[in-house]
Nanobody, 125 residues
Framework: QVQLVESGGGLVQAGGSLRLSCAAS????????MGWFRQAPGKEREFVAAISWSGGYTYYTDSVKGRFTISRSNAQNTVYLQMNSLKPEDTAVYYC??????????????????WGQGAQVTVSS
């Protein structure tokens, strides 16, 4: 069992930066793939980024490549999403998720077993 709690969301102007954190409980954190998803009002939840259990592999959706960076600290049971050069279209609720399966890259929401409660990110123009 893994419990996830996001933090770090907020309001930022276009071009600014935010860093989301996701703290995990449970002894299996270091063995799971972690991902970030987002959901804007009226839209489906979409994949943003994923990181392998070791941190050695990362994968991003095209719209955030070069702007967002996913990382993790297994010692601290935490995964991060550094978001730079934010755009108004990045506005959404951001969710971290954990997947027990070893599928890579794991970009589908149904492939994740545990979810956080979400953190609002609002980018003003």
């Amino acid at each position: 069992q893994v419990q996830l709690v996001e933090s770090g969301g907020g309001l930022v102007q276009a071009g600014g930066s935010l860093r989301l954190s996701c703290a995990a409980s449970g002894r299996t954190f270091s063995s799971v793939t972690m991902g970030w998803f987002r959901q804007a009002p009226g839209k489906e939840r979409e994949f943003v980024a994923a990181i392998s259990w070791s941190g050695g592999y990362t994968y991003y959706t095209d719209s955030v490549k070069g702007r967002f960076t996913i990382s993790r600290s297994n010692a601290q049971n935490t995964v991060y999403l550094q978001m730079n050069s934010l755009k108004p279209e990045d506005t959404a609720v951001y969710y971290c998720a954990a997947a027990r399966n070893g599928r890579w890259p794991n970009t589908q929401a149904y492939g994740y077993d545990y979810w956080g409660q979400g953190a609002q990110v609002t980018v003003s123009s």
